[in-house]
């Protein structure tokens, strides 16, 4: 049996509702999408039930992705993260994480059925993260995760870099890979947010090699970037470009694509894709950006 391949839909959903229902629907009848990577809180907050009518019977292998949530607590409290040296704030960054397995537990128990299969955390916060803090949180998480059943995922970000600005600063793939080791944890490559932390198109491949070599890659994802402003966003946002048959700034390329997919397979929990789509693109042009990328991978 093949890896679930994901989506990250809320990046390219259209703005109207009954469109975003039609999007969901064709991401499910495309035959090769069976999970989505979903923000939270994101619509959690606003319309649980909605959501949870959009995913189930359809994607049963989706994972809930952290970081909305924690760039938004880290916006009240700079030092709010798992990695926190701060004890309270790291205290904090548990909780959070609990609150969603408790929503877990609940979206699962409305769909009758089980839907999310994992989270992705973050090891935040920015700057300040410290590797050891982080892996006491990992031990903590590795109880809760295994006792609900669900992959605890470390997506990694860009890293505190003082040579570029950045955007999310968190620890290294290097010490990420410490934290977890013995702990449940894995690492999930996205290959754009590699790209900001580095301004260097290289370093996807060379940041999927040392979590391969850990023996620790959950997924690999991909989104682009790129150093000039487009209508996703700033110069080296973490904007989740297309690539660059769609986005000509973006620095993803099929080839650059493939290299990573193919030292990836065989060794992947899961693969997928993140990223924008023009505001006034129809629903076939939608899945047309993330099929270009899909073929790019080689499936």
Not at 43 to 50: C, L, N, Q
Not at 164 to 192: H, M, Q, S, Y
């Amino acid at each position: 049996m093949s890896t679930p391949f994901l989506v990250g839909a809320y990046a390219a959903l259209p703005a109207e509702k009954a469109e975003q229902v039609d999007f969901y629907t064709a991401l499910a009848e495309t035959g090769w999408i069976n999970g989505i990577e979903i923000p939270y809180p994101g619509i959690f907050a606003t319309d649980f039930e909605w959501l949870t009518q959009q995913l189930k019977g359809r994607f049963p292998h989706s994972v809930i992705t952290a970081i909305p949530g924690t760039m938004g607590r880290m916006g009240v409290n700079k030092s709010f993260g798992l990695a926190s040296p701060e004890n309270d704030s790291r205290l904090e960054g548990l909780q959070f994480v609990n609150d969603i397995l408790t929503t877990i537990d609940q979206m699962h128990q409305y769909a009758g059925e089980r839907i999310v299969t994992g989270v992705e955390i973050h090891s935040a916060p920015g700057v300040e993260a410290d590797k050891e803090a982080f892996k006491r949180s990992l031990d903590t998480l590795s109880n809760s995760f295994d006792a609900a059943g669900l992959d605890l995922i470390i997506e990694h970000c860009d890293a505190y870099n003082p040579a570029v600005p950045g955007e999310k600063r968190f620890l290294t793939v290097t010490d990420e890979i410490w934290a977890a080791r013995d702990t449940l944890a894995r690492l999930t490559l996205n290959w754009g947010r590699s790209v900001v932390e580095t301004h260097d198109a290289k370093v996807p491949a060379k940041h999927l090699q040392e979590i391969l070599d850990a023996d620790l890659l959950a997924g690999v994802m991909f989104s682009g970037a790129g150093a000039e402003a487009t209508q996703y966003g700033p110069v080296w946002a973490d904007a989740h470009l297309p690539l660059v048959t769609d986005e000509p700034t973006s620095w993803m390329t099929p080839e650059l694509v493939r290299e990573c997919m193919d030292m990836a397979r065989g060794h992947e929990t899961y693969k997928g894709i993140k990223i924008q789509t023009p505001k006034t693109a129809s629903i076939e042009e939608r899945l047309q950006f993330l099929t270009n990328i899909k073929e790019a991978m080689g499936y």
